[in-house]
């Protein structure tokens, strides 16, 4: 069976500076990857997904991600947060071939300093 | 856009009722699930359903079931609630494809078990 390991719990950056938050899969064909982001008390919304072809991903809000297969790794990636990015980031892997069930990370928590 | 409503953001109940929580996807999705977020375990699914009267069990199905009578809604029955069930619930629909469709949350229902 898939796993998604997010390795960091909570990450801190200030306003204006780079981040990269990591995600680690196990899979033992092509994944289907995906990144989604939830606002306190809101539902979860899709970021960007990577299935095959250029291995960078643009997403929405200026993310990307890179799918690394030689590091089983799916980071995601933005040059220069804003406030508002302040949230919980989930990474996650889908099944193939009719299986629609995703396998969600445990998520990873960003808090924007000023 | 794809719009998921879950009927109730919060919902307090008391130990032993028997519990339902309601969701209506406008997307014509074959595919629906529900989840329940707890901090530091990220979203475990509990059921899914891929068409109408259809139902599977996810990773922790004990003390739940589902009903999916018509393909836009699917309900989630807590046969009597208990304590462990306080959580947030989230509902999510995706259309029919191979493991590469993207999931679309609802904004979730934060139920207390009193």
């Known amino acids: 069976a898939q796993s998604v390991t997010q390795p960091d719990i909570h990450i801190t950056v200030s306003e204006g500076a780079s981040l990269e938050l990591r995600c680690n899969y196990s899979y033992g064909a092509t994944p289907y990857l995906f990144w989604y982001v939830q606002s306190p008390g809101q539902g979860l919304q899709l970021l960007l997904k990577y299935f095959s072809g250029d291995t960078l991903v643009q997403g929405i809000k200026g993310f990307e991600a890179e799918f690394k297969r030689s590091q089983s790794s799916f980071n995601l990636r933005k040059p220069s947060v804003h406030w508002s990015d302040a949230a919980e980031y989930f990474c996650a892997v889908g099944e193939d071939f009719g299986n629609e069930k995703l396998t969600f990370g445990t998520g990873t928590r960003l808090t924007i300093i000023p | 856009d794809v719009k998921v409503t879950q009927s109730s953001r919060y919902l307090v109940k008391r130990t032993g009722e028997k519990v339902f929580l309601e969701c209506v996807q406008d997307m014509d999705h074959e595919n629906m699930f529900w989840y329940r977020q707890d901090p530091g375990l990220g979203l475990r699914l509990i059921y899914f359903?891929?068409?109408?009267?259809?139902?599977e069990k996810g990773d922790i199905p004990e003390g739940y079931s589902v009903s999916r009578e018509k393909k836009e809604r699917f309900s989630l029955i807590l046969e009597s609630a208990s304590t462990n069930q306080t959580s947030m619930y989230l509902c999510?629909?995706?259309?029919?494809?191979?493991?590469?469709?993207?999931?679309?949350f609802g904004d979730g229902t934060r139920l207390s078990i009193l």
């Open positions: 999510a629909s995706s259309a029919a494809g191979e493991g590469d469709q993207p999931q679309h």
């Open positions: 359903s891929y068409d109408v009267k259809m139902k």
